[in-house]
């Protein structure tokens, strides 16, 4: 006999506050299990596949590994170095780009000129800003992160960690699901199925289109002769994820940037303006509908909820979890929704009666 309905909220209740109370006191403890997790859980697709092409599961494994630690090794070696010198750089050149603005915006409109109007001080105040507080930021980022994200952690324990849930990916997920409740795992199973479809859609699809975009967007950048073209590619593609903003964001900084660089060149500002246009198209014609699809039941406001809300009471962790809890929670949403509309609470009383004859 199954147990009544309050007593499964009871006992899915209990379970969801353990959850919350171990990422609220273990946040920091979990967080190279919860990273080794979402890389094992992004890379088994691609171990499943080398399976079938028959490799076994612990060449596979030992494979992707490799790969992956050298691609890690060339991005620290190669491109982060250069990302944070370009980052630092721009943090520099604030306040002599605001004074370029003012200087630019005082031709044109004389009126503007006066050493005590609003804007002029306010350009003046922004970019002296910028650079006191831009270096302070990256350096908080860097050093709590440190705090947080040790370098053994990311050597040693991310790694190993990732490489045996990989390994382990398939039984693990037998296993878990020979402890459902019989009575509700079929139904179990296709919510989970769901929220599969909707992480792997979203989650790998999207980190690829964002991947690949900020490479596009550096390279383009870079080959126009864009100075911090690199943080600008990488920034536009990492925020890509949410429709249009990457694009816009990226834009807008690239051609400001391309103002100054530029001025009295108008193709070499086109040229930059071109690149994003070209990201567009690219993103809107070929990437997000091969990669991420029409609909994957993940709206961005949603999302960016998620990560605020899990950011802010869990911190680092919370973030990392907020993608597959909003995942979760949409799909439950939506499982609710239908079986609402199949009530008699929807319905109503006659839906299920005959009409009496006559």
Not at 295 to 307: D, K, N, T
Request: with cysteine.
């Amino acid at each position: 006999m199954a147990l009544p309905v309050r007593e499964q909220a009871k006992y899915w209740s209990i379970a969801t506050a353990v959850f919350m109370l171990a990422l609220w006191y273990l946040g920091d403890v979990m967080l190279p299990f919860v990273v080794g997790g979402a890389i094992a859980y992004g890379l088994d697709p691609l171990a499943d596949r080398l399976e079938r092409m028959g490799a076994s599961r612990v060449l596979a494994t030992t494979v992707i590994s490799l790969f992956a630690v050298l691609v890690f090794i060339l991005m620290a070696v190669l491109i982060v170095p250069m990302i944070v010198s370009q980052a630092a750089g721009l943090f520099e050149s604030a306040p002599d780009l605001f004074a370029r603005l003012r200087d630019f915006l005082s031709e044109r409109f004389p009126d503007l000129g006066d050493a005590n109007s609003t804007l002029r001080q306010s350009l003046a105040s922004i970019g002296a800003t910028i650079q006191e507080r831009g270096g302070a930021f990256a350096q908080s980022i860097f050093t709590s992160a440190l705090g947080v994200i040790n370098a053994v952690v990311f050597v040693v324990v991310v790694p190993v960690v990732a490489f045996y849930l990989l390994l382990d990916w398939d039984n693990m997920v037998a296993k878990i699901d020979s402890f459902l409740p019989r009575d509700h795992a079929p139904k179990i199973r296709k919510i989970a199925s769901e929220i599969d479809k909707t992480l792997a859609s979203f989650v790998r699809g999207q980190l690829t289109v964002c991947a690949i975009l900020g490479v596009f967007y550096a390279v383009g950048l870079m080959l126009v002769g864009l100075q911090f073209g690199l943080v600008v590619g990488f920034i536009a593609g990492l925020i890509s994820f949410i429709p249009y903003i990457g694009a816009v964001i990226g834009g807008v900084l690239a051609v400001g940037l391309a103002l100054f660089q530029f001025w009295g060149a108008p193709v070499m500002i086109g040229a930059v303006a071109a690149v994003f246009i070209a990201g567009q198209f690219l993103e809107g014609n070929i990437l997000t509908p091969k990669l991420v699809g029409e609909s994957v039941g993940l709206h961005p406001v949603w999302l960016m909820f998620a990560l605020s809300v899990f950011g802010s009471l869990f911190g680092f962790v919370g973030m990392l979890v907020a993608v597959p809890v909003a995942a979760s929670i949409g799909v439950v949403t939506r499982f609710g929704t239908e079986q609402y509309r199949m009530s008699r609470l929807y319905k109503g009383l006659d839906s299920d009666q005959e009409p009496d004859a006559e």
